[in-house]
C-alpha cells in the first residue's frame, strides 16, 4: 500500500517537474535568444536541475543524510526559485499585455485619403519600422489627411516621419473590386526579442530577491508568539502555568543540529514548566538523524517534554521513532493522557495520533475515545494533535485546550492563500465557545527552504485558571 502511494506521487510529482522545467527553457533561453551555445546551456542546466528534483524525493529515503545535504539544500531552494519564477513570468506576461492593450486603445484614428478622393478612418498599430508602400499603406499622423500616392506623401512630409513613429497607422489595402480591408502590421522580431529578454530578467531578478528573504526567514531563528488562553478547570495554583509549543520542525536533510542547538537554546530561555512538540519532528530515518534530534534531551522544564506522532513519523516508521524518543527523554503520548502537576493541582495532558493515519492505511491512528477513557471530564484538559481536523468535535468532549500543527500556515506565498482557503483553521488563536485551539505555523520547514508571509514560531503559551 504504502509502495503504491509513493510510486503515484513520485509518477505525478515528475510529471509536474518535468512540464515546468519545460516551460521555463522556452521561457528563459529560446525565447530570449537564437544562438545555440545559449540554448545549449540552458538545455543542459534544466536538465540538471530537473533530473536532480525528481531524484530528490527517492534518493534522500536511501542514502545517508550527511552525504546528500548539501546536494538537497541547493535542489530544494532550486524548488522554491521555480515557483517564483513561474509566478513572476505569469504576472509580467500579464502586465504586458495588459499594456499593450491600453496602448491599443489609446490611440486615435487617422483620417486617411484613399486613392479616388474618398477618405477613411485607421487605428494606430504598435509597429515600429513599418515600411510605407505606394498606393496601399498608409501614413498619417494626427487625424490630417494624407494621400496615398507616392506624390502626396513626399509632398506632405510625412512619408518618412510616419515611417519611425511610435505609433504607425495599419495598412489599409484595396481588394479586387474597390474594397478595402485592414492589412496587419509586420511582426518587429527584435523588439519581440528585447520584451522577452526584459520579461525573464525581470522573473529572474524578482524571483531571486523573494528566494533570498525566503530562505533567510527559514533558516533564521523561529520568533516567539506569547499566547495566554483560559482554561476551563484550572486549578487557581496552577494560574501563569507556561507552555512551550513547537510543531513541524521536520529534522532531515536540510535541517541538522545546528538548527536544533539553537532551537533549545531558545526554548529553555524561556523556562517553560512542560514543552509540547506536536508531531512532524523528523523526515529521515532513525539511525539518520538521531544525532541532530538527541539535542531534544537537552531540553528545561519542570514537567518535561511530550510528543505526538504526525503524518511524516509514519513515512519513517513511527514505532522506531517513538522508541528512540523515549530513550532521548521525550514522552510520546500515543492516544493516551497524563496527570501534569501533582495532587493539589493538575490538569490532563491528552495526546492522539495522527488524524490522516487511519486513512493511509497504518494499523494505529487518531483514536480520542482511547484517549481520554478513564478521564474525569471535569478536570482542565490540553490536547496535543498534529492535525486540527477534529478540533470541534474534540472540544464537545471536553478538551479545553488544542496545539496543533501541520498546516504551516501555508509556509511560503502563494501557498499561505491557499492553505488559507483550504483549511478554517489555518494559523492561530481560535475559540469556540470557552473552548481554544492553537494552530502553529510550525517550527521548521519541509520541502523548499522558504518562509515568505509565515515566518516560523515557537509559541509560549500561558494557562490562565
Not at 470541534?392 to 482557503?421: D, I, Y
Request: aromatic share 8%; proline share 4%; net charge positive.
Amino acid at each position: 500500500m504504502d509502495t503504491a502511494r509513493f510510486i503515484l506521487f513520485a509518477l505525478v510529482t515528475g510529471i509536474a517537474t518535468v512540464a515546468v522545467h519545460v516551460y521555463l527553457y522556452r521561457r528563459l533561453f529560446t525565447a530570449t535568444s537564437e544562438h545555440r551555445a545559449w540554448r545549449r546551456v540552458g538545455m543542459g542546466v534544466m536538465t540538471v536541475l530537473g533530473t536532480l528534483l525528481v531524484l530528490s524525493w527517492s534518493v534522500t529515503r536511501f542514502l545517508p543524510m550527511d552525504s546528500t545535504f548539501a546536494v538537497a539544500t541547493a535542489v530544494w531552494t532550486w524548488m522554491g526559485m521555480a515557483i517564483y519564477l513561474l509566478l513572476a513570468l505569469g504576472v509580467l506576461g500579464a502586465v504586458r499585455k495588459v499594456a499593450a492593450r491600453m496602448q491599443r486603445s489609446r490611440g486615435k484614428p487617422a483620417v486617411v485619403e484613399l486613392r479616388g478622393g474618398e477618405t477613411a478612418s485607421v487605428s494606430y498599430a504598435h509597429a515600429v519600422g513599418a515600411s510605407v508602400r505606394a498606393g496601399g499603406t498608409l501614413a498619417a499622423t494626427g487625424t490630417k489627411s494624407v494621400s496615398l500616392t507616392p506624390e502626396a506623401l513626399a509632398t506632405s512630409g510625412h512619408g518618412e516621419a510616419a515611417t519611425h513613429a511610435e505609433a504607425t497607422p495599419v495598412a489599409m489595402a484595396e481588394r479586387p473590386g474597390g474594397a478595402k480591408s485592414e492589412a496587419p502590421a509586420p511582426v518587429d522580431v527584435e523588439r519581440r526579442r528585447f520584451l522577452a529578454r526584459a520579461t525573464a530578467g525581470g522573473a529572474v531578478l524578482a524571483a531571486g530577491g523573494v528566494t533570498g528573504f525566503g530562505m533567510w526567514s527559514a533558516f533564521h531563528p523561529p520568533v516567539v508568539n506569547e499566547v495566554a488562553v483560559k482554561l476551563p478547570g484550572l486549578p487557581k495554583a496552577l494560574d501563569g502555568f507556561s507552555i512551550v509549543h513547537l510543531s513541524d520542525i521536520h529534522v532531515g536533510p536540510v535541517i541538522r543540529r545546528r538548527f536544533m542547538d539553537e532551537l533549545v537554546r531558545r526554548c529553555n530561555a524561556l523556562r517553560p514548566d512542560l514543552v509540547c512538540i506536536t508531531g512532524d519532528l523528523v523526515d529521515g530515518h532513525v539511525a539518520s538523524l538521531a544525532p541532530a534530534v538527541s539535542a531534544l534531551s537537552e531540553l528545561k522544564s519542570r514537567h518535561g517534554t511530550y510528543f505526538v506522532t504526525g503524518n511524516h513519523e509514519y513515512y519513517w516508521s513511527d514505532a522506531a521513532w517513538a522508541e528512540a524518543l523515549e530513550r532521548m527523554d521525550v514522552h510520546v503520548l500515543r492516544n493516551r493522557h497524563v496527570r501534569i502537576g501533582d495532587t493539589a493541582a493538575s490538569f490532563d495532558l491528552v495526546g492522539v495520533d495522527d488524524w490522516s493515519a487511519g486513512k493511509m492505511g497504518f494499523s494505529q491512528g487518531y483514536d480520542l475515545a482511547a484517549a481520554t477513557a478513564g478521564r474525569d471530564s471535569e478536570r482542565a484538559s490540553v490536547l496535543l494533535a498534529h492535525q486540527p481536523s477534529n478540533w470541534k468535535v474534540a472540544a464537545r468532549e471536553g478538551m479545553g485546550l488544542q496545539l496543533s500543527g501541520h498546516t504551516h500556515g501555508g509556509q511560503f506565498f502563494p501557498f499561505t492563500l491557499a492553505v488559507s482557503a483550504i483549511w478554517e483553521h489555518d494559523a492561530g488563536l481560535f475559540h469556540e465557545g470557552d473552548r481554544r485551539l492553537y494552530v502553529s505555523r510550525g517550527t521548521g520547514f519541509w520541502g523548499p527552504p522558504l518562509r515568505v508571509g509565515a515566518p516560523p514560531e515557537i509559541v509560549r503559551v500561558t494557562l490562565l485558571a
